[in-house]
């Protein structure tokens, strides 16, 4: 069965900062470009970032561009999103999604993990 | 970056037809066979409908089909079901990002 786990959300004071992975499992990982989609409460998808198979070709939103940084480990079927500076507007739950193919232009999300909640507030 | 434009609600009878629409730009629904949608229900993660503009994946209705003229891209639901019920999102790739329209809240009455 393909899975999707993440872990790392919480509660975090303004400016502080958080990493979120998300584990792999049940297809082969590194056949797959990632990405990283959040959904603040009550509100819309936002598409956070994007990463192909290999790490060679990274994307990100403007409203996080600078403050959150995506990486894989092919190694560990896993995928992270380090998040630095955080403000109250990054609250949401944070989806990992695999792509149907290895090239992070999103051509379908196929899988969504169930979240994590990240609440950025002193 | 802007969001993609969708209507806020839709709302159909049973067995009815309804399309939801999806208008983005020259940067990025225009330009790029790359629109895909997501049905989402509450508490629930979202799921692929379409991809790549008008492909379903396995297991997905074909009662769900997706189409793009230009700059908007639309969704179609035909013979409404009552499971139907759901919030309906379209995404886009823009050239090195990909941006998420604000949503559609499906009512089937």
């Known amino acids: 069965e393909v899975q999707l786990v993440e872990s790392g959300g919480g509660l975090v004071q303004p400016g502080r900062s958080l990493r979120l992975s998300c584990a792999a499992s049940?297809?082969?990982?590194?056949?797959?470009?990632m990405h990283w989609v959040r959904q603040a409460p009550g509100k819309g998808l936002e598409w956070v970032s994007g990463?192909?198979?290999?790490?060679?070709?990274?994307g990100y939103a403007d409203s996080v561009k600078g403050r959150f940084t995506i990486s894989r480990d092919n190694a560990k079927n896993s995928l992270y999103l380090q998040m630095n500076s955080l403000r109250a507007e990054d609250t949401a739950l944070y989806y990992c999604?695999?792509?149907?193919?290895?090239?992070?232009?999103?051509?379908?999300?196929?899988?969504w993990g169930q979240g994590t909640l990240v609440t950025v507030s002193s | 970056q802007s969001a993609l434009t969708q209507p806020a609600s839709v709302s159909g009878s049973p067995g009815q037809s309804i399309t939801i629409s999806c208008t983005g730009t020259?940067?990025?629904?225009?330009?790029?066979?790359?629109v895909s949608w997501y049905q989402q229900h509450p508490g629930k993660a979202p799921k692929l409908m379409i991809y790549?503009?008008?492909k379903r994946p396995s297991g997905v209705s074909n009662r769900f089909s997706g189409s793009k003229s230009g700059n908007t891209a639309s969704l179609t639901i035909s013979g409404l079901q009552a499971e139907d019920e759901a919030d309906y999102y379209c995404?886009?790739?823009?050239?090195?990002?990909?941006?998420f329209g604000g949503g559609t809240k499906l009512t089937v009455l």
């Open positions: 020259s940067s990025d629904v225009g330009s790029y066979n790359l």
């Open positions: 049940g297809f082969t990982f590194d056949d797959y470009a």
């Open positions: 995404c886009s790739y823009a050239g090195s990002s990909s941006v």
């Open positions: 790549e503009g008008s």
């Open positions: 990463i192909s198979w290999n790490s060679g070709s990274i």
């Open positions: 999604a695999k792509d149907s193919t290895r090239y992070d232009i999103l051509t379908g999300l196929t899988t």
